[in-house]
């Protein structure tokens, strides 16, 4: 298989390292001594510098102070450290916002946010733009040379609306863009519905009673968001061509449409807290965390990506603070790397004395030495990294792929109905059906309704409620061509502007490929009771069930109880063309799921990583030519063993070789050479 490039420039070794925050302890030069011994002896080898540091690098307008940075970046070049250096937009100076008040976002309610936050720039205002370019600027050009520069982090975390008239006058010319005119824009947002045609331009809002006015907002914050960021990385390109970009996304956040933002990045970084003090199933826990990495991993065609944020130990603003139990960091970091990423670093690398984050984790305490568990844990990993290099840019091999698409999560939010927001649940609905099969140890991509199909064998698309343009046409294409599609209850209800398709569901010629024709939608609340009939075997039903009619499909499956729906088909397939399209009408727990889809994925020829019958572990496989990495995870709190596949595997942590059978500790994970 292909192996790709380096995440950052010149680093052919596993990225790890955090958030380091220089500015913090100017005053005090024996701790930036100190963090430098700690660096050391932690195996960290890449710092993200300069994130919120913009008024320590400009105190006043045009007032510039590098020296201390320069220093920092000296630093890390003798110490052969890589840095990935921020822009520094995310918070902006308080000069700047009381000078300007206007770089100030304003809010849904049009008063105007203070100075105080971060992350509430006007995506608009020329002067905040004027001001990020001229920073950018300076430091691309001051340091396009420095040895240490190896990536740009793009401000923080990208996020939120701006309201101001400015923002709104864009939306506008955006709307005019997409829609050519008024009678196409109320005809697309169906405005005949409570009178609320539009008779001018002006008359637009974010406010609009109409699904699609709302729906295209969330479209415009992402395009506002893609052309701040393409604004900023133009002002680096000119003077550093080579060095990559990226910006820090946050794995399912619904702000945001990230696979536009993908678009504008060279490599993918992700910031990772999963809830350890919030879900006590650490099954559930990792296989998020696995997801949300198969789904970064596809944003870039299977290029290794980065975890730039993580928590070595508790995080601040986390519900319960909880701190990981033994083996849980080294578990968590090593799913990342074995999903496909070539780098886990941290936020951050020491606490702040005060303010927001002083209780967030990070590799040095207070106390500011390694004679701490969580130091102890980060270098455990560091030493274990250093023997991983050949891991570099391989590839995760993958034939099955599930699609959450964040303009079907938007489409079911500003739907009303069918149902509640608890009830439609579509990120849990995703993640259940991939967790059916990552607990059958089946390697996938997570990818969005508009990327290939045609590279997988087996294709799952949860409530696809909305279909945009083409996609019906590319899912016909992939089953005819010889694939397997499976897709759910509450899909194929609606085009791309939120309007119903007409002449029966699913719609947009989904019906022909599925060979049944959905005759209503039924909300199935607490007090009810039903089940379908697979195979011999019962199996719950909750929240909904379609009505389904055949129309040349084969019932699989069949409703029970509720005289309604009993004896009607609840799953089916279709022969179309070389494949098979399942249609699955009801909403059923993860036990269902992992039988059928496990059944659907062993036709099609998908083999697992390892054997299924390894309770409470999974696994990952990354290749890189003929060298071959095997990850194992037991995510439980028990001492488990592993059966391994064929052949003798080396233990990477410890260099001894080993066939047959491998003991896990409880929660414990590993990574095996073949």
């Known amino acids: 298989m292909e192996k790709f490039g380096p995440v950052i420039r010149n680093a052919a070794e596993i990225l790890h390292g955090g958030d380091y925050n220089p500015d913090q302890w100017l005053e005090t030069p024996e701790i930036i001594d100190r963090d430098f011994e700690l660096m050391e002896k932690s195996g960290c080898n890449t710092f993200s510098v300069g994130i919120f540091s913009w008024t320590a690098l400009e105190p006043a307008p045009g007032k510039y102070r ?19 250096l921020a822009t520094p937009s995310g918070a902006k100076p308080a000069w700047l916002a009381t000078a300007h008040p206007e770089v100030c976002r304003v809010d849904e309610n049009g008063l105007r946010q203070p100075y105080s936050w971060r992350h509430n720039h006007c995506w608009s ?10 920073i950018n600027s300076k430091l691309a050009k001051r340091y396009a040379n420095h040895p240490a520069l190896a990536g740009w982090h793009i401000s923080n975390e990208y996020s939120g609306s701006c309201y101001c008239n400015l923002c709104l006058d864009r939306f506008r010319s955006w709307l005019r863009e997409r829609y050519g005119t008024l009678e196409n824009l109320n005809r697309a947002w169906w405005n005949a519905f409570w009178s609320h045609i539009h008779t001018d331009w002006a008359e637009i809002t974010p406010w609009g009673c109409s699904e699609c006015n709302t729906l295209d907002w969330k479209r415009f914050t992402t395009f506002q968001c893609c052309d701040f960021m393409k604004f900023e990385v133009d002002a680096l390109r000119a003077y550093t061509p080579d060095i990559p970009v990226t910006t820090n996304m946050m794995g399912f956040f619904d702000g945001l449409d990230y696979w536009r933002v993908a678009e504008v990045c060279d490599f993918i970084s992700d910031d990772v807290y999963p809830g350890w003090g919030i879900e006590p199933d650490v099954r559930k826990i990792l296989s998020e965390c696995a997801m949300r990495h198969d789904m970064h991993r596809a944003m870039k065609d299977g290029r290794p990506f980065l975890i730039m944020e993580s928590a070595p130990s508790a995080t601040n603003w986390m519900p319960g603070h909880r701190l990981k139990r033994p083996n849980q960091h080294k578990l968590e970091e090593l799913c990342a790397i074995g999903h496909g990423a070539d780098g886990t670093l941290y936020f951050q690398w020491r606490k702040s004395r005060g303010n927001l984050e002083k209780f967030h984790g990070a ?3 207070h106390v500011g030495t390694e004679n701490t568990r969580v130091f102890r844990d980060v270098a455990e990993l560091g030493a274990l990294y250093r023997k991983c290099g050949g891991i570099c840019g391989s590839a995760y091999p993958v034939q099955a792929a599930v699609v959450w698409d964040w303009e079907c999560l938007w489409a079911l939010q500003v739907s009303q109905g069918p149902g509640s927001q608890e009830q439609k649940k579509y990120t849990e609905t995703v993640q259940t059906f991939y967790r059916a099969l990552w607990t059958k140890n089946l390697p996938m991509d997570v990818i969005e309704s508009l990327s290939d199909f045609s590279k997988y064998r087996l294709l799952i698309c949860p409530m696809m409620m909305m279909l945009k343009p083409g996609v019906a046409e590319r899912l016909k294409a992939f089953v005819a061509a010889g694939g397997t599609l499976v897709m759910s209850y509450l899909s194929g209800y609606e085009d791309r502007d939120a309007n119903c398709f007409l002449g029966g569901w699913p719609g947009d010629g989904l019906m022909e490929l599925f060979g049944i024709w959905n005759e209503e939608m039924g909300g199935i609340p607490a007090f009810d009771r039903q089940s379908i009939i697979w195979e011999g075997r019962e199996f719950e039903v909750v929240d909904y069930a379609e009505r389904i009619h055949l129309r040349g499909a084969e019932p699989l499956a069949a409703c029970t109880v509720d ?3 009993a004896g009607e088909p609840a799953v089916t397939v279709n022969r179309f063309g070389e494949g098979k399209a399942y249609y699955i009408a009801v909403r059923t727990k993860e036990d269902f799921l992992a039988e059928f889809l496990g059944k659907l994925a062993a036709e099609a020829g998908i083999e697992p990583v390892i054997p299924a019958d390894n309770p409470g572990i999974s696994a990952s496989l990354r290749r890189n030519g003929e060298e071959e990495y ?6 439980t709190p028990e001492e488990r063993e592993v059966r391994l596949p064929e052949g003798s595997f080396t233990v990477l942590a410890d260099g001894s070789v080993r066939s047959g059978v491998l ?7 590993e990574i095996l050479k073949k």
């Open 663 to 669: 003991t896990l500790a409880p929660f414990g994970s």
């Open 363 to 365: 590799v040095v305490d």
């Open 630 to 635: 095997l990850f194992l995870f037991n995510y």
């Open 563 to 565: 005289p309604l729906y």
């Open 66 to 84: 590098f020296e201390w940075l320069d220093r920092i970046m000296d630093r890390m070049a003798e110490h052969k450290f890589h840095v990935i």
């Open 125 to 134: 205002s020329p002067v905040y733009r004027a001001k990020v370019r001229e």
